[in-house]
C-alpha cells in the first residue's frame, strides 16, 4: 500500500533549514493498523502530511497503492485525497456552518455525488457511529467525542483504502479515547489501513504495530507479537 | 458554474453568513444606486431643457432689423434697414442652406377684435404658411393659413384659443367672421397650445396684413429654418452667410448686429446639447468611480472573508476541492452578491427616479410646473444593461484576487493548529 523510501523532508526556516525527515523508509502493507510515535518535533507530523499529500517532500520516493506521488498539482493531488484517503484530525477541522449531515457528505460534493444521495449516504453513515439524531446539529452543539464521530464519518463516506489520524484522540478524555479508538479498529477489521500519530501509549497499544521516529528516521517497528512485550517495558519506564 | 450543487453551495455559505454578504453588498448598491440617480437627474435636465427648444423647430432662425450702428462703403450710420417682399424671394430662391421661409409685417397699433357684441384688443401675427411647421402651432379645430389664403391674400383668421374663448363663449367659431378693426375675417382655424406663453397670438396671412394694413411690401421680421448640421460651427456660417447676403442687399456692415438682428437656434441647440454631453460624461466618470470603490470595497471584503475562511478552504482542500472548484466558489459568491446587490440599488434608483417622474407628470398634468426645467429624468434600458454587465465584470473583478488568494491556501498551513 506504502512504499517509501530515502524519504527527506527540511523547512525553509528564514535563511537556514530545518531537515525534519533525513532519508526515512517506511513499508506499509494493506490493512494495517499502524501507530507512529515519537517525541515532539521528531517529525510525526510532517510525515503524516507527505502521507496524505498535504505537503511534498524534497528527496526520495513515495509510492502510494502502486502509484509514484511525486510532484503532482494541487488539482491531481486533491483529487487522489478524495479518492484514497480519509483525514482525521486531532481539532476535528469540521466546518462551523455547516451541520454533521453536510460536514460528511463534503467529500461526496466533490465527487459530485447529488445532494440528495450524498446527504442520504452522509445519514447512514453517521447513523453508524450513534449520532444520526446529530445530524441536524452544528459542529459548536456537540461534544469532543461526537464531533471527532463526525470527522470519522466524514473520513469514511468517500470509501477510502487509507484513514490517516493526526492525534484523533489528542483533544478527548480517556473514556472518549477509547470509544474513538474501537471505531478505528473496527474500520481496520473492515479491511482498511490505519495510520495514526500519538504520544499516548495506551492509544498506541491499541494498534497492530507502532513505529517510533527519532531525529528524522525510524528508530524502532514494534510490531504485533511484541506488544505485549512493549506495554511491559512501558509499564517499567 | 450552472451546476445546482455549486450555487447551493454557495447560498448556504451566503445564508449562513447574512450580516457579512450584507455588508459586502451594500456598498455595490449604493455605488450603483448613485449612478442611477446622477444619470437619471442629468437626463431629466437635459430632456427639460430638450422640451423648451421643443416649442419650435430646432433648426428656427429669426431675423429683424434696425438702424445701422457702424458706417458703411461711405454711408453713415443711423440708417433704418427694413425688409421687403424682395428679401423674402432672395431668401427662399437663392440661398440653398435654408428650407422654409415666413415673413411677418407687423400689424399697427392695437387691432380691435368683435364679434358681435363682444370685443377686446389681441395680438395678431402675419406669416407664411409654413410658420406652422417652424413654430409648431397646434390647431384644435379648422386649419392653418395655405398658399391659396397667401397668394390671394384672403381675408381669413386662425383664432388663438383664448380669444375664440372671450368672442364666440361656447359657439364654434369656425366659418364666423371676426373684424379686426373694421375688416371682415373668417375664422378658419382654432390654435392652442397649453406650454406655450403666447397662446393669445392669432394668425393671418403677410399678404393680407401688408394690404389692409398699408404695408406695401414692407416685412418686419423672418423666421427661417436653415438645413440641418451637426456642429455649432456650421450653424454659424449659415448664420453669417445669410446675415452676409442681407447685408449686400441692404448695404450695411455684416457685423452690425443693430442694423439686423438674427437668433440662429441650432446653434444654441447644438452648444446646450454638447453641454449636456459633458454632464453626462462626467457624471458617469463619478459613478464608475463611486461604483471602483464599491468593487474595491467587495474585494477588501472577499480577501478579509478569504482569510478568515482559510481553515475553511484548508479543510475543504483536504477533502479534495481541486483549486478551481475554490476559485469558482469565492468568484461565483463574489459576482453573486455584487450582482443582486447592484440589481437591487439599480431598481430601488430606477424606481425613484420613476416616482419623480410620476410626480412631474401629475403636476404638469394638474397645469403646474411648466417652468420646471426637469423632464423625464430616467434612465434609458441600454443604460441600466450596462450597468448590469458592469455589476458582474466588476463583480468578477472583485473576486479575482481573493479567489486566487483563496486557490492558493495550502492546506497543511490552514490547517495547523496554532493553538
Ligand atoms: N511549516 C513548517 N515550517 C517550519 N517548520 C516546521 C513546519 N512544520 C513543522 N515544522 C518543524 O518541523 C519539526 C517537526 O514538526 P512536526 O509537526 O512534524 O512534529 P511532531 O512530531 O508532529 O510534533 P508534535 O508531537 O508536537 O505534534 C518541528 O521542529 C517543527 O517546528
Ligand atoms: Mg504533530
Known amino acids: ?237 | 458554474m450552472f451546476d445546482v450543487d455549486v450555487w447551493q453551495e454557495i447560498f448556504s455559505t451566503i445564508k449562513k453568513n447574512k450580516l457579512r454578504t450584507f455588508l459586502t453588498g451594500f456598498s455595490v448598491a449604493w455605488g450603483i444606486f448613485m449612478l442611477m440617480i446622477l444619470l437619471g437627474s442629468g437626463n431629466g435636465l437635459q430632456n427639460g431643457v430638450k422640451e423648451q427648444f421643443a416649442e419650435n423647430s430646432v433648426n428656427i432662425m429669426w431675423m429683424w432689423t434696425g438702424d445701422t450702428s457702424i458706417p458703411y462703403q461711405g454711408l453713415k450710420e443711423g440708417r433704418t434697414i427694413k425688409f421687403n417682399n424682395a428679401d423674402y424671394n432672395f431668401l427662399k430662391e437663392k440661398d440653398e442652406d435654408l428650407e422654409l421661409v415666413s415673413s411677418r409685417y407687423y400689424l399697427p397699433g392695437n387691432i380691435m377684435y368683435t364679434y358681435k357684441n363682444e370685443y377686446g384688443s389681441f395680438e395678431t401675427s402675419s406669416c407664411h404658411p409654413a410658420l406652422k411647421e417652424m413654430e409648431k402651432v397646434k390647431l384644435t379645430s379648422g386649419r392653418f393659413i395655405n398658399d391659396l389664403d397667401l397668394n390671394e391674400s384672403r381675408k381669413v383668421i386662425v383664432l388663438a384659443e383664448n380669444v375664440r374663448k372671450a368672442l364666440f363663449k361656447e359657439e364654434d367659431a369656425i366659418g364666423k367672421y371676426v373684424k379686426l378693426n373694421t375688416v371682415p375675417f373668417k375664422v378658419i382655424g382654432v390654435s392652442f397650445d397649453a406650454k406655450r406663453r403666447d397662446g393669445r397670438t392669432s394668425y393671418i396671412p403677410v399678404s393680407t396684413a401688408q394690404r389692409i394694413f398699408n404695408g406695401a411690401d414692407r416685412v418686419h421680421t423672418f423666421a427661417i429654418t436653415t438645413k440641418m448640421v451637426n456642429t455649432a460651427e456650421e450653424a454659424d456660417s449659415i448664420t453669417a452667410k445669410v446675415r452676409q447676403g442681407m447685408a449686400q442687399r441692404h448695404k450695411f456692415d455684416p457685423k452690425d448686429k443693430r442694423a439686423m438682428g438674427s437668433f440662429n437656434m441650432l446653434a444654441e441647440y447644438i452648444r446646450t446639447m454638447k453641454i449636456f454631453q459633458a454632464i453626462k460624461i462626467f457624471v458617469w466618470i463619478i459613478g464608475i468611480g463611486t461604483l471602483i470603490a464599491g468593487i474595491v470595497g467587495v474585494s477588501n471584503i472577499m480577501l478579509i472573508l478569504v482569510k478568515e475562511r482559510t481553515r475553511e478552504i484548508g479543510i475543504r482542500k483536504a477533502l479534495g476541492a481541486s483549486p478551481a472548484s475554490v476559485i469558482t466558489l469565492v468568484l461565483l459568491e463574489s459576482i453573486l452578491i455584487t450582482t443582486i446587490a447592484g440589481y437591487i440599488g439599480l431598481l430601488v434608483g430606477v424606481g425613484i427616479m420613476e416616482g419623480i417622474n410620476y410626480g412631474l407628470e401629475q403636476m404638469l398634468a394638474a397645469g403646474g410646473g411648466e417652468r420646471i426645467f426637469f423632464r423625464n429624468p430616467t434612465v434609458d434600458f441600454t443604460t441600466a444593461i450596462t450597468s448590469m454587465v458592469i455589476l458582474v465584470v466588476s463583480g468578477a473583478l472583485a473576486g479575482y484576487l481573493p479567489a486566487r488568494k483563496a486557490a492558493n491556501v495550502k492546506p497543511i498551513e490552514a490547517l495547523r493548529d496554532e493553538n
Open chain 1, 1 to 237: 500500500m506504502i512504499q517509501i523510501s530515502n524519504l527527506h523532508k527540511s523547512y525553509a526556516m528564514g535563511s537556514n533549514s530545518l531537515h525534519v525527515l533525513k532519508g526515512l523508509n517506511l513499508e506499509i502493507e494493506e490493512g494495517e493498523f499502524v501507530s507512529i510515535m515519537g517525541s515532539s518535533g521528531s517529525g510525526k507530523s510532517t510525515l503524516l502530511n507527505i502521507l496524505g499529500i498535504l505537503d511534498d517532500y524534497d528527496r526520495g520516493t513515495y509510492y502510494l497503492g502502486g502509484k509514484l506521488i511525486q510532484g503532482l498539482n494541487e488539482t491531481k493531488a486533491a483529487m487522489t485525497r478524495n479518492e484514497m484517503i480519509g483525514f482525521i484530525f486531532q481539532s476535528f477541522n469540521l466546518i462551523s456552518f455547516k451541520n454533521a449531515m453536510e460536514n460528511v457528505a463534503l467529500p461526496l460534493y466533490y465527487q459530485k455525488v447529488s445532494r440528495k444521495k450524498r446527504n442520504q449516504i452522509a445519514l447512514e453513515y453517521l447513523d453508524r457511529l450513534g449520532l444520526k439524531e446529530w445530524a441536524g446539529h452544528l459542529p459548536s452543539e456537540l461534544s469532543g467525542g461526537q464531533k471527532q464521530r463526525v470527522a470519522i464519518a466524514r473520513a469514511l463516506i468517500s470509501k477510502p483504502q487509507i484513514i490517516l489520524a493526526d492525534e484523533p484522540t489528542g483533544a478527548l478524555d480517556s473514556a472518549t479515547s477509547f470509544e474513538v479508538m474501537d471505531i478505528l479498529k473496527d474500520i481496520n477489521n473492515q479491511g482498511k489501513t490505519v495510520i495514526i500519530v500519538t504520544h499516548e501509549h495506551d492509544i498506541a497499544a491499541m494498534t497492530k504495530k507502532i513505529i517510533r521516529l527519532k531525529d528524522g528516521v525510524i528508530e524502532e517497528v514494534i510490531k504485533n507479537g511484541d506488544l505485549q512485550l512493549f506495554k511491559e517495558r512501558i509499564l517499567t519506564e
